[in-house]
């Protein structure tokens, strides 16, 4: 009996919960961590610009418009990516390009986690009525082609006033894209959602009175939210390409560089022989999508709750 | 069975109604007055009204028996699809378009789908090894080039400057000359996402209990690949794939605008340029309707392939 | 797996069969190969919407008139008509006589009625066909009568607005019609009789100097009211002319083949030119019956660069040089590069008679949108914007130096051009007096300019760089400008509704006459009409209504360059540039001389059949 006692006394082991141990495998996934750093380098870089732009400081990536060479210049020492047709710095432009790319995957994943997050939940935990309309509205949008729909909701917003503030072409763009993309997210967590409405500990906390909105906000939620992480971080590849597509077809930014334009622009130019725009917006684009695929698979893998086990 | 498939038909007809509730509202509410673009440069009020009668820009929007709305659901009910802003028929212009559209995606299909599903076939044998990693860099690297990247990629070198292939539809080349650079594109720039997605799925069976207890009995990993984890792996797999054929309808809008190929996709971003309003909602409606048939099929087939999934 | 790689090969094979080209060519037929970079909408004379759809409508449609090929100044001769007409001396009655012995192509619409009801949907399709019947001075009068047929939605009418007696009464009846057939066109409309077979009388409201230009313009071309009761809206793709070709083929979006109509009455090419015609070997064909070709092919090809690549194959007779390949071309000196002399490649220039600009708004506020009524009373702000923009630059970036400064409204090609207009300038590029300008300008609007828009009426490439130009040289100024995007239909559509403050845009003169451009600023012309600036200036409406009246002549041209000059002086838009024209074509494309306002020019075209097959040698040698 005292053996007993004595295993009973001993602390069990401490779990340390999805998160922690998460992070931790993360760390420890050396190619994983390189690729975050390279994010991070490209996030400041576009935080960066934002706050040169509010401070006005003249430096770097501001300074696109400012006239480097001559036109159509080659790559030289004095400027590494060559010059456009006005002779702006290709490299100025592709570093202010940046800012635009993340902005838009920004905002188009921040908009289509706010739709689609609440109303799989919602769809997922009420069934019934409210799941068969949004199961219908999201079955509707699924069922038009994504880059038509896409076109079509870009088109139709530019240069409408929402809330009374006026939409650019790049503001619809976000929109658009944010607003055809939330269904993913939304089938991913309703299915968890109906999943876990199963399980002991939602039960449990049914039965002890708790109201619904606490069960869906602070207990469902929290445990179906690394599936929204691992769908962001795939997704913002998805839409930064998006954005270069967007482009070809005429939509987009078009006041200041972006990655697209430039991609755009290289159709007439490499016929002249001038490859250096197409180049220096391809390789940013690829080591950004490169960096994120790999990190998102890392992210996926650590997270996965039935690979913690290994 | 066949009361599965009732129900599941009867479900389509809110989905299809939704499609052209979206169709309309975008392009007739939000779209804006076409019909001073369609009267031209120096056209009179008066001409303008008349192109507005014509079209039945005029009548009211919902509410009555004879609105716009109810018009539209009648016209696609009965595959009326009208003519289009050019005065063309559009079902001409489907018709017209559908040939080398196909003739572009179906080969990019099947291409990438033997491809990947036999790559990743392969790469389950090889797991763990280096030829693993190797593929699993160059998929990433493939989905992280932008597919336009690809696109003037090869059409500079490959069209341009080395001249294996023509730059450009012309009318006198014959289909498989023009179709064969796109299609070699579009494979190369499918094969990347692909090959991940069937690789995952292979691993993830790979992972599984029975396949340890296989492996334990004796049985080589052939075996192991083709008698078990295919078939078990086949339902992600059926399903993407099929899932995929209604878009095969549309063409590849890039591809076609940047070889010129006189598609249904070149089609589409045409008219969503000019505002084309009665070519997109038929293009959108047929592919809403297709969808949602190649949904139903992949449910069946599901039913078929694994018998723990019971049509419910 | 097997059985899926078999399908897959199996789909190769099958589509590889498929031939998408025109009809095989025999090996000593002439045939004009040219490419098109636009699609055409419609082959209905009635109704042309687009320039590219004149292209090929005009080598079957034949007018009453035509430019003369040769001669310049531009002349008119006729060509269905007998002779110039008898104006009376009023100016308000035309009588023409119509050349006898003219006859429609055969068609199935002459066909018996029995095979009616057998209606060839495709072009050249299996009916049988009815031989084409003879033109009659009152096929003239239904043509037109159509296009006044407001069901029928012609895109043309604008041009006979308020000019025939009668005609516009015809107008308000057909509004009352239920359909475009429902229309009786033997209703009697006043000014179109036709005392005779041969002879038609034209009776105007009041005297249009410019009706003989406007009977050489395709649209006003006979059309058989047979084929219209035939094809019904199909008419689009059964064009029944009495011209030299007819249609073979249309693929909608990609091909059209015209072939020689054999039932074409016959036509001589011109004895006579202008002075260095016989040198340049325009009139070494002088009396030959035309048309040369058997025939005429058209490729529809979008994108610059495989058209060009075409043209270097020697598969297109001609093409213009495509912006990025110029250097290629044109040596610096302003010559060919020996890279091009090898093909035995010849360069003609040409000037284009058209202006291109930066319009502004100058209507008061409208109500969508915001401070649109910047422009309209603030000259030294205008005047500031035109000083500011740095033209040759912009020509040399992105017209390879072809172009020229335009200094004035009307282009050099026409007769009246003032040759001084230069010194008056207006173009000149001058940041610092744009910059003093401004400051007036800041008084007149009272307090600091808001942010000025360019609206641009298309998204792609070239008109991202265009904006981004005219964004650099006015920030340059001090000014605050953005720039916005946007399709076609969009454009029009804010254009004449008047919600934007700066466009871009040009215009191409169809005829001789500069009146065209002028009635831009005629402040009738208010948006939705072709005054896009909402221009008003009550002197320059009284000499333009005087001018309507006047015959052609100097005192005209005067007066043209009278009003010029109050349009410069006021500036509602900075004219930016005149286009030149320069194309290429190879040496077995003979009779090629351009000509600024001629449509139908395809049946005066030669092949030396000889030097195009020699090329495929020399090409074989050069690689």
């Known amino acids: 009996m005292s053996e007993s006692q004595q295993l009973i006394k001993k602390e069990p082991p401490k779990g340390r919960g999805l998160w922690k141990d998460g992070a931790r495998s993360l760390r420890r996934r050396k190619p994983a961590m390189f690729c975050f750093g390279v994010l991070t380098l490209y996030f400041l870089l576009a935080g960066f610009i934002y706050l040169a732009e509010f401070f006005d400081w003249r430096i770097g990536p501001t300074l696109w418009a400012e006239q480097a060479g001559q036109s159509y210049a080659p790559p030289s020492s004095k400027n590494i990516f060559g010059t456009d047709i006005f002779g702006q710095s290709v490299l100025r432009k592709t570093l202010y390009g940046t800012k635009i790319s993340i902005t838009v995957a920004l905002c188009a994943s921040l908009i289509s986690i706010t739709i689609g997050v609440p109303l799989g939940a919602v769809a997922g935990y009420f069934r ?3 799941d068969e309309i949004i199961v219908w509205i999201y079955s509707t949008l699924s069922s038009v082609p994504y880059i038509l729909l896409i076109l079509a909701f ?6 409408r006033t929402l809330f009374g503030y006026k939409l650019t072409g790049i503001t619809a763009v976000y929109l658009a894209i944010g607003l055809t993309s939330w269904v993913g997210i939304c089938r991913l967590i309703r299915g968890e959602v109906i999943k876990h409405k199963g ?3 939602i039960l449990a906390a049914i039965s002890y009175g708790c109201n619904r909105r606490r069960i869906i906000f602070r207990h469902l939620l929290p445990n179906v939210f690394h599936l929204v992480i691992i769908d962001f971080s795939l997704r913002f590849v998805a839409f930064i390409h998006a954005e270069v597509i967007l482009s070809f077809l005429g939509l987009g930014e078009t006041e200041r560089p972006s990655w697209g334009a430039m991609i755009n622009d290289a159709r007439i130019e490499l016929s002249r022989g001038v ?26 893998d650590s997270l996965d709750p039935k690979l913690r086990i290994q | 069975m066949s009361t599965y498939i009732i129900r599941r038909l009867l479900y389509t007809i809110p989905i299809v109604f939704g499609v052209l509730l979206l169709t309309f509202v975008l392009f007739t509410l939000v779209g804006g007055d076409i019909s001073i673009e369609i009267a031209g440069k120096g056209a009179t009020q008066e001409t303008i009204d008349e192109i507005r009668e014509e079209y039945g820009l005029n009548k009211p ?17 009965t595959f009326n699809f009208g003519r289009a802003r050019d005065r063309e028929p559009v079902i001409d212009k489907i018709k017209r378009g559908l040939g080398p559209s196909l003739a572009l995606t179906v080969p990019i299909f099947f291409g990438v789908v033997i491809i990947s599903v036999s790559l990743a076939l392969v790469v389950a044998f090889v797991r763990g090894t280096v030829w693993d990693i190797l593929a699993a860099v160059i998929c990433v690297a493939g989905m992280s080039i932008p597919y336009l990247g690809f696109i003037l990629f090869g059409q500079y070198f490959l069209a341009y400057k080395w001249g294996l292939f023509p730059v450009f ?11 064969a650079l796109p299609v070699l594109i579009g494979i190369a720039a499918g094969l990347g996402r692909n090959l991940r997605f069937f690789r995952t799925v292979m691993l993830d069976e790979m992972r599984n209990d029975y396949v340890r207890t296989a492996f334990a009995k004796g049985l080589t990993t052939r075996r192991v690949l083709f008698k078990h984890v295919l078939k078990n792996a086949m339902i992600p797999i059926i399903t993407r794939v099929v899932l995929a054929i209604p878009f095969l309808f549309l063409g590849s809008l890039l591809l076609e605008r940047f070889f010129g190929i006189p598609g249904l996709g070149y089609l589409m971003a045409e008219a969503i340029g000019s505002r084309d309003y009665f070519v997109i909602s038929a293009m959108t409606y047929i592919s809403a309707l297709l969808f949602v048939v190649f949904n139903l099929i992949t449910d069946i087939c599901y039913s078929l392939v694994d018998p723990r999934v019971s049509l419910e | 797996m097997k059985s899926v790689s078999i399908i897959f090969i199996t789909a190769l094979l099958t589509t590889s069969g498929c031939n998408d080209s025109g009809s095989v060519e025999e090996p000593n037929e002439m045939v004009l190969h040219h490419v098109l970079s636009a699609k055409i909408k419609g082959l209905d004379p009635g109704n042309m919407r687009d320039v590219y759809s004149v292209i090929v409508a005009s080598q079957m449609f034949e007018p009453l008139y035509q430019y003369h090929f040769l001669k310049r100044p531009y002349e008119l001769v006729p060509l269905l008509a007998e002779d110039m007409p008898q104006i009376s001396d009023d100016l308000l009655t035309y009588t023409i006589k119509i050349k006898k012995g003219v006859y429609f192509q055969d068609d199935p619409c002459f066909g018996s009625p ?4 057998l209606r060839s949907k495709t072009a050249g399709g299996s009916v049988p066909n009815g031989k084409g019947r003879e033109l009659k001075a009152e096929d003239f009068v239904f043509s037109l009568k159509r296009i006044a047929n407001i069901k029928y939605l012609s895109q043309n009418w604008s041009i006979f607005d308020n000019k025939i007696d009668g005609l516009d009464e015809f107008r308000e009846y057909t509004k009352t019609r239920k359909s475009e057939a429902d229309v009786d066109y033997s209703r009697q409309v006043q000014g179109l009789t036709t005392p005779d077979d041969y002879t038609l009388v034209i009776k105007l409201k009041k005297p249009w100097p410019q009706l003989c230009m406007a009977l050489a313009d395709t649209s006003t071309a006979p059309v058989a009211k047979e084929a219209v009761d035939y094809y019904g809206r199909d ?20 091909y059209i083949e015209l072939v020689r109509n054999q039932a074409f009455r016959g036509e001589l090419y011109p004895s006579s030119g202008e002075p260095g015609d016989a040198e340049a070997g325009y009139l070494d064909d002088a009396g030959k019956p035309i048309p040369f070709a058997d025939r005429v092919v058209w490729t529809v090809i979008e994108e610059r660069q495989p058209a060009w690549l075409l043209f270097l194959q020697g598969k297109v007779d001609a093409t213009v040089i495509p912006k990025d390949n110029f250097d290629e071309v044109m040596g610096g000196t302003g010559e060919l590069t020996p890279a091009m002399k090898q093909r035995n490649i010849h360069l003609k220039t040409f000037k284009d008679p058209s202006t291109y600009w930066l319009g502004f708004n100058m209507a008061p506020v409208s109500t969508f949108a915001e401070s649109t009524g910047v422009f309209g009373k603030n000259k030294p702000l205008r005047r500031a914007i035109s000083y500011a923009i740095d033209r040759e630059k912009f020509i040399e970036l992105f017209f390879n130096n072809r172009h020229l400064v335009a200094h004035g409204l009307i282009p050099p090609v026409m007769p009246s051009y003032n040759p001084e207009i230069k010194e008056k300038g207006y173009a000149q590029y001058d940041p610092e007096k744009a910059q003093e300008l401004l400051k007036e300008a800041e008084k007149i609007h009272g307090g600091k300019l808001p942010t000025l828009k360019i609206t641009l009426p298309g998204t792609n490439t070239w008109y991202r760089q265009y904006g981004q130009l005219l964004k650099r040289n006015l920030s340059a100024v001090g000014l605050e400008v953005e720039t916005e995007y946007m399709d076609r239909p969009t454009y029009l559509e804010k254009v004449n509704t008047k919600s934007i403050q700066m466009f871009t845009s040009g215009s191409s003169a169809s005829t001789p006459d500069a009146q065209d451009f002028l009635a831009m600023f005629y402040s009738r012309y208010r948006a939705p009409g072709p005054n896009k600036f909402n221009y008003s200036n009550p002197e320059f409406d009284e000499l333009y209504e005087k001018a309507q009246a006047m015959l052609d002549g100097p005192e005209k041209h005067r007066l043209y360059r009278k009003m010029e000059l109050i349009v410069l002086e006021d500036c509602p838009a900075a004219f930016l540039n005149h286009r030149v024209a320069y194309v290429l074509h190879h040496d077995w494309y003979k009779n090629y001389k351009p000509h600024a306002f001629a449509y139908g020019l395809s049946k005066y075209r030669r092949i030396d059949l000889a030097k195009r097959t020699a090329y495929k040698k020399l090409l074989k040698t050069i690689k």
Do not use: C
């Open chain 3, 235 to 254: 008419i689009i793709s059964h064009p029944v002319g009495t011209g030299p070709f007819r249609l073979n083929v249309w693929r909608r979006g990609s």
């Open chain 1, 154 to 159: 870009a088109v139709v917003l530019r240069d």
């Open chain 2, 61 to 77: 929007l919902f509410l009555s028996w004879d609105s716009q709305f109810v018009n539209h659901f009648k016209n696609a009910l």
């Open chain 1, 275 to 300: 490859w250096w725009q197409m180049a220096a917006a391809t390789a940013a684009i690829f080591f950004l999508s490169l960096a994120l695929n790999i990190f998102g698979d890392a992210l996926r």
């Open chain 2, 169 to 179: 539809f012309s009318p006198e080349l014959t289909t498989a000359q023009y179709v």
């Open chain 3, 114 to 117: 029995r095979s009616f009801g």
């Open chain 1, 128 to 130: 019934g009525f409210v």
């Open chain 1, 199 to 201: 399980r002991e500990y």
